[in-house]
């Protein structure tokens, strides 16, 4: 199966294929911690919404460049430090408008979508690093990983999506704590509060891609339904009852027009590997 070619490119990212179904997009911005400059931000948006178009496609994964290496010394990781303040400071003092994207930082922190994606962090996630994770799906963490809504400190604040999707994650007063005095968390006590999956000592975009791989080895069908109806209740801002008809008059009906609920059913009376066509949905 060949890979599907990404119409959208930008300088600063990277976009590759570990397998046919899996999209993987690296922010490589190293030098500057992997910040993010307002043409990324549109540019990621659009990456997403065409990863949503394209069936062959099931499971997408966020990551950061590493920093070359340097004899003697190696410099600090980053899985995104949040946006570029030296350009804001400058649109700031021009009047400039913002053109960041409707979906938010990284094109994920206020985006619905319809496939996963799963942020794979080694390093800093602070500003509208840490709110691309807190709506990405799963989040995979390197041990060495902190995470922290530190814009209070500089004026600002958390405006792509995060803060209340946080407080839906964690609880008001974690939410609050976090918010309003910049600390900073490492990997296991973001595990802990229910912000990360899983903690990992190796390679985090490997461990990204075998959870990427189960996600992918499931009904395609299934997995965006299902996805639907995990994000009605609360993340949408709609009451579980209205979430679950949502679904059960949407996605619910389309799915059963469909080819792999009957592989699904046929191959587990017949007692076989199952075998998936890429999703209509």
């Excluded at 062959?56 to 990781?77: D, E, F, H, N, V």
């Excluded at 996630?125 to 922290?148: L, P, R, Y």
């Excluded at 968390?185 to 999956?197: K, P």
């Excluded at 709609?238 to 996605?251: A, I, P």
């Amino acid at each position: 199966m060949a890979n599907p070619t990404c119409p959208i490119t930008h300088p600063d990212l990277l976009v590759t294929y570990p397998t046919p179904q899996i999209l993987l997009v690296t922010i490589n911005r190293p030098k500057q911690m992997n910040s993010v400059s307002t043409s990324m931000h549109a540019a990621l948006d659009q990456i997403w919404t065409w990863y949503d178009s394209i069936s062959s496609l099931r499971c997408g994964i966020i990551t950061g460049a590493a920093p070359p290496s340097r004899p003697g010394k190696q410099p600090r990781r980053a899985f995104c430090a949040g946006a570029d303040l030296k350009e804001w400071q400058n649109r700031n003092s021009s009047k400039k408008a913002n053109q960041d994207s409707t979906g938010g930082f990284c094109g994920l922190s206020n985006r619905r979508g319809k496939k996963p994606v799963i942020a794979a962090v080694h390093g800093i996630a602070f500003g509208g690093g840490m709110e691309t994770t807190i709506n990405c799906d799963v989040v995979v963490a390197h041990k060495e990983s902190v995470f922290s809504l530190p814009e209070a400190k500089r004026g600002v604040i958390a405006v792509a999506g995060g803060l209340p999707r946080l407080a839906l994650t964690v609880g008001l007063q974690r939410a609050t704590e976090l918010a309003l005095t910049g600390r900073i968390l490492d990997a296991e006590t973001a595990r802990e509060w229910g912000l990360v999956n899983e903690v990992v000592e190796g390679d985090v975009v490997e461990a990204a891609i075998r959870w990427a791989g189960l996600v992918a080895g499931l009904s395609p069908d299934a997995v965006i339904a299902t996805r639907e109806g995990l994000r009605g209740t609360g993340w949408y801002g709609k009451m579980s009852e209205d979430s679950t008809k949502d679904v059960e008059v949407g996605v619910w009906q389309k799915l059963q027009e469909g080819e792999n609920i009957k592989e699904g059913l046929k191959a587990f009376v017949e007692k076989r590997d199952v075998r998936w066509v890429d999703s209509k949905l």
